[in-house]
């Protein structure tokens, strides 16, 4: 073999590897896109039915402190409710751990959430205007790619400490 088929293999292979990585990091990118939409709706407050169909399969299971919900139908409703209970949010994830394996995705990220309690809900408990409710924890679940992108499939979040006052009553 001569030295320029020796470098066209070599080049070829090298470009081989490189698309490869590539792929694998837009493909993380798509998944840690669509966690930052998630995140950014609830504190945008636009969770209606559109915005969920944008995020999660027909199927998705939801387990969050609150409860645990399966399918898409009534999602944007679901989170209407819950939220409705903060006056303003802001929802912090971070350290994203991605690994993708075909048309599935694993992952899980730190969450850090802030809430200020809504008017109704502290004048109910007689409580000082700015209450919050804070908590930390790791959030996780599964993507699954569709023909419209990637979807979560499950999400779950794990409290490992909380602060405030809970917008349902332990």
């Known amino acids: 073999m001569t030295k320029t088929n020796q470098q066209d ?8 590897m490189l698309r490869e990585l590539l ?8 998944v840690a896109k669509l966690i930052d939409r998630y995140l950014a709706g609830l504190d ?6 559109e915005w969920a ?3 999660f399969t027909e199927d998705v299971r939801l387990v969050f402190p609150v409860g645990e919900r399966v399918g898409l139908e009534g999602l944007g409703a679901y989170h209407d409710e819950v939220m409705g209970k903060f006056a303003r949010t802001v929802h912090l994830g971070s350290n994203y751990g991605i690994t993708v394996q075909g048309d599935r995705a ?3 990220f730190n969450l850090l959430c802030l809430h200020v309690l809504s008017d ?10 700015g209450t919050t409710f804070e908590s930390a924890g790791r959030m996780s679940g599964e993507a699954v790619r569709t023909a419209d992108g990637w979807r979560f499939g499950l999400l779950g979040l794990q409290v490992a400490w909380a602060k405030g006052e809970p917008p349902v009553r332990r």
């Open 9 to 16: 293999m070599t080049e070829a292979a090298e470009i081989a």
């Open 120 to 129: 109704q809900l502290r004048e109910e408990r007689s409580l000082a205007p």
């Open 23 to 30: 792929g694998a990091y837009v493909e993380r990118d798509a």
């Open 53 to 55: 169909r944008s995020l």
């Open 106 to 108: 694993t992952f899980q």
């Open 44 to 49: 945008d407050r636009v969770y209606g039915e």
